[in-house]
């Protein structure tokens, strides 16, 4: 089922013509079948003698009245929209339809829990799917309110955006259908929401399992709190402390933004096979289930789950209470709650380094995305949802955020937020623009931000700052001539040419106190807005070991650290006293790395040798991540079986002389499980696997951790098929089913990989779910030591030319989501000729989707950055020689 479009112009046109009053609509959900029935009747008003549309993906359509006149189904049905034409100046529109129940995650998805056999719905609209469950006007713009009724089997609960209603006979709904009623059904009748986009309603449908609390809002009303999850997953439910995060949140952004909660109540439901982290539906936000934790957490997911929820939080007021006219400003919908969502985290929470993992993780990703041949303005140019669908990325999200930290750095943090109050007041349930916010900030800041807003949101790119330093002999020593911070844009082929940003950042000098460790010994402030300016404060100043550019991660920037600070700082990491000045410098040397400036083996020894002095959980994931991605694709094919293998070892070593039983120790061991290459480390996975219960260097081998063990052999071709059959029996839920579909993608045989391939193209209903277990175990060992794929079985020729001959089908018989995980993570490993496939491809496909083309762009350039790595790699004379 092929996704719709929707052009800015059509959407403007209609927002011009039609202005809606409210949606009356029923559902019948029984969770039976293909399709469910729904009943829709539409207010508005509208140009008189005008004709527009309404969108609808429909399976059928039995029935459109406009005005009391039925109209001819076969003259306005279209794929995704339904003609009215001839509109009074006051309209009603009554629509009967059936639509498809969908495992896409997308729309109404219908998930059955192989523990119970019962039935989980939840819709999912962002950005355009609401369609898919009933008629609308599917624009943010069109603003309305919302009155659902659901028929559904009397033993499920029913959530949706309005307080929860006592279920009630549902016999007079089915005579107003003209339904024989269905037996043991209730029927859920919602009070009209407040005027809401309709890409923010939600229903939620199931016997899901919840519990309740309260709190008080700042305006003295009560706002019940509910947290829901399926029936086999309720006893890891952690309900106080996601109760505990929640009311942190209420309480700070409530203080901060001057506005009270907006909502009637505040429901979280942690839904199964959910494609993203969670969506801000108003007063029912959906969650990804995986942060219901049935085996040990690392921290780091410990406090993303904690940012997930005050994201999400955040976006009740800057989202939902206030909403974008269009969808080329997504970003100050997500930027301003990933923003937020970090500074509640570090000022309300346990997680006070928040900032440390937003510069590791999140700028991380921005400076990734803003890399690649599709980077954009953070107000990036959407003419429609083929635009914006594929828009959810870094730059939306961490660099947005990066660059609101630095407004509320530019205007003042109260000026900032008083601004944000008079917005909030101003705007409350209807729709805005960014000049609406700026306005609001100039006027409580006094600052002109239209040159701020051109260069940081409406131009896209990256700039490069780098520090040079002179010294010069005295009696006290050798001290610091002249220190001179240049800047110059960072060019990408076929982009604009970024200009010269304005940046306050900070120079930091670090030395040795004697005692071995290396502290701050100056932190010279500075702002910058040309190509260099002269820190005049630290000349005469002793010369320190280590110069940290951008020290403090106050900008949004690529940085360089002179030669001999990049050294030092290498080799003495583990000597600085604190976390963030570890990553930053950890993020400088991988940049390096992938920009082919720096061979990959002086990342990994650098990581591997001070490896025990990162203890900050999230830091410590993301050096682990780009560990996986430095040994596995940066380094050519033949040396990665033994770097593997010496990284396994090293692990080992560590974990026999760190804390047993820490998240540093459980990140570890799930490092050596993935590592692990040579007879005797597999050996050792095979013994721990072996063991009924227990633990390892204080780990318990929990369900998950074995699953991870079991992939791990499965991908060495060290387990067989009835330990994988066994591992499911002995965890038979719906997460079980998805690590052995990994499993036994994972193993590198012909067999296997033609099996999990062919699955994937061929199987048009398969789950999202599924689809995604498949596409990771089938990534795994699909290249040889030679850069050769493994062979494919019959039919298939070679998977690589497989993949390019039929990814376009894929845009057009696939949903977005999975069309967008097939291209992603089918793409064959980076090889010469996947970079001159991928080059072909383009060229005969110029009018091929867009975001089709935007992932392949991005695919081609991921491919050509790690050839570069592995061509510097080989020709580097640097062995791995990290200190044991």
């Known amino acids: 089922m092929p996704h719709h479009n929707l052009t800015r112009e059509e959407a403007q046109t209609r927002a011009s013509l039609v202005d809606v009053s409210s949606y009356e609509i029923v559902l019948v959900l029984d969770g039976r079948g293909e399709h469910f029935r729904v009943r829709s009747r539409t207010r508005f008003t509208a140009a008189e003698g005008s004709t527009s549309f309404i969108d609808a993906i429909t399976a059928s359509v039995e029935r459109i009245q406009l005005n009391g006149l039925d109209l001819e189904i076969a003259e306005v049905v279209s794929p995704a929209r339904i003609t009215l034409p001839g509109l009074a100046a006051e309209n009603e529109l009554v629509i009967d339809a059936h639509f498809h129940y969908m495992n896409t995650g997308e729309g109404l998805h219908r998930f059955v829990d192989p523990i119970d056999d019962e039935t989980y719905l939840y819709t999912q609209f962002e950005v355009p799917d609401a369609r898919r469950v009933f008629p609308v006007f599917e624009q943010p713009d069109l603003k309305a309110s919302f009155s659902f009724t659901v028929v559904a089997p009397d033993h499920w609960t029913v959530v949706s955006n309005s307080p929860t209603p006592t279920p009630a006979d549902p016999s007079e709904v089915f005579a107003d259908l003209g339904e024989k009623p269905i037996p043991d059904t209730s029927v859920w009748q919602f009070a009209p929401t407040t ?16 519990v309740h609390s309260e709190l008080v809002s700042s305006d003295g009303s009560p706002v019940p709190l509910g947290l829901y999850c399926r029936a086999s997953l309720f006893e890891h439910l952690d309900a106080e402390n996601l109760f505990a995060i929640t009311r942190a949140g209420f309480e700070f952004f409530e203080r901060e933004f001057g506005t009270a909660y907006p909502f009637e109540k505040y429901d979280q439901l942690f839904v199964p096979e ?22 040990r957490p690392t921290e780091a997911l410990v406090e993303r789950r904690a940012v997930t929820v005050l994201h999400e939080l955040a976006h009740m007021w800057f989202g939902d209470l206030v909403t974008m006219r269009w969808w080329n400003d997504l970003w100050l919908n997500e930027s301003f709650a990933e923003f937020m969502s970090t500074l509640a985290t570090a000022e309300a929470t346990r997680f006070a380094e928040a900032w440390t993992t937003f510069a590791t993780i999140e700028k991380s990703w921005a400076y990734r995305q803003d890399q690649l041949p599709s980077t954009h303005p953070i107000v990036a140019p959407i003419e429609d949802l083929a635009d914006v669908e594929v828009n959810f990325d870094g730059i939306t999200y961490a660099k947005g955020a990066s660059v609101l930290k630095q407004l509320v750095a530019w205007v003042g943090r109260a000026e900032f937020f008083a601004g944000l109050t008079t917005y909030f007041h101003r705007h409350a349930w209807s729709n805005t623009e960014l000049a609406d916010l700026l306005d609001e900030l100039e006027a409580t800041s006094g600052r002109d931000l239209g040159t701020w807003s051109r260069l940081w949101l409406e131009e896209s790119g990256i700039n490069l700052i780098t520090a040079e330093v002179d010294t010069e002999s005295t009696d006290a020593g050798e001290v610091v001539s002249a220190l001179r911070v240049t800047q110059e844009p960072w060019i990408l082929e076929d982009q604009p040419v970024p200009s010269l940003r304005p940046h306050r950042l900070a120079i930091g000098f670090y030395s040795d106190d004697g005692s071995g460790r290396l502290v701050r010994t100056h932190s010279f402030p500075l702002d910058i807005d040309s190509a260099e300016a002269t820190v005049a404060e630290a000349r005469g100043v002793a010369k320190p070991d280590v110069i940290v550019v951008n020290d403090a991660d106050l900008t949004y920037a690529k940085v360089r650290f002179d030669p001999e600070s990049m050294r030092v700082a290498g080799e003495r990491l583990g000597d600085f006293e604190d976390s963030l000045t570890q990553l930053l410098i950890l993020n400088t040397l991988w940049d390096g790395v992938r920009d082919g400036d720096r061979p990959v083996q002086e990342y990994i020894d650098v990581v591997l040798t001070h490896l025990a002095a990162i203890t900050h959980s999230s ?45 540093q120790a459980f990140q570890f061991v799930q490092g050596f499980v993935r590592h692990a290459r040579t007879e005797e480390q597999i050996s050792r996975l095979q013994s721990w696997l072996d063991l009924e219960e227990g633990e390892v260097f204080g780990i318990a081998l929990d369900t998950d951790l ?5 992939i791990a052999l499965a991908g060495r071709d060290a387990c067989t098929e009835e330990a994988i059959t066994s591992a499911v029996e002995a965890d038979p839920s719906a997460t079980g089913q998805r690590q052995a579909a990994t499993a036994r993608s994972a193993r590198p045989t012909t067999e296997a990989k033609t099996w999990a391939f062919t699955r994937m193209i061929d199987d048009i209903d398969l789950p999202n779910s599924e689809l995604g277990a498949l596409a990771i175990g089938f990534a795994r060992g699909l290249q040889l030591p030679d850069g050769e794929l ?36 089918l793409f064959p490993p980076a090889s010469e000729r996947t970079v001159d496939q991928a080059r072909q491809w383009l060229a005969d496909h ?11 762009r991005e695919n081609l350039a991921d491919a050509q950055r790690a050839l570069r790595a592995q061509e510097v790699s080989r020709h580097s004379e640097r062995a791995l020689t990290f200190s044991r």
């Open 274 to 295: 959910f494609n993203a982290g969670a969506m801000e539906n108003a007063g029912a936000v959906t969650i990804l289930e995986n942060y219901i934790f049935r085996s």
């Open 790 to 825: 493994i062979a494919a079985g019959q039919p298939l020729h070679d998977f690589a030319s497989e993949y390019f001959q039929r990814v376009s089908g894929w845009w057009e018989t696939r949903t977005l989501e999975m069309a967008q995980t097939m291209t992603q993570r």
């Open 619 to 663: 830091g410590l994931l993301m050096q682990m991540r780009q560990l996986d991605t430095a040994v596995g694709a940066y380094l050519p094919p033949a040396d990665r079986a033994r770097a593997h293998a010496d990284v396994a070892d090293r692990l080992l070593d560590l974990l026999g002389t760190i804390a047993s039983g820490t998240d």
């Open 195 to 210: 005027p809401i986009s309709s890409y923010i309603t939600a229903i939620v449908a199931g016997p899901y399992r919840s």
């Open 706 to 710: 074995r699953w991870q063990i079991l």
């Open 846 to 856: 110029p009018a091929a989707p867009k975001g089709l083309v935007r992932l392949m």
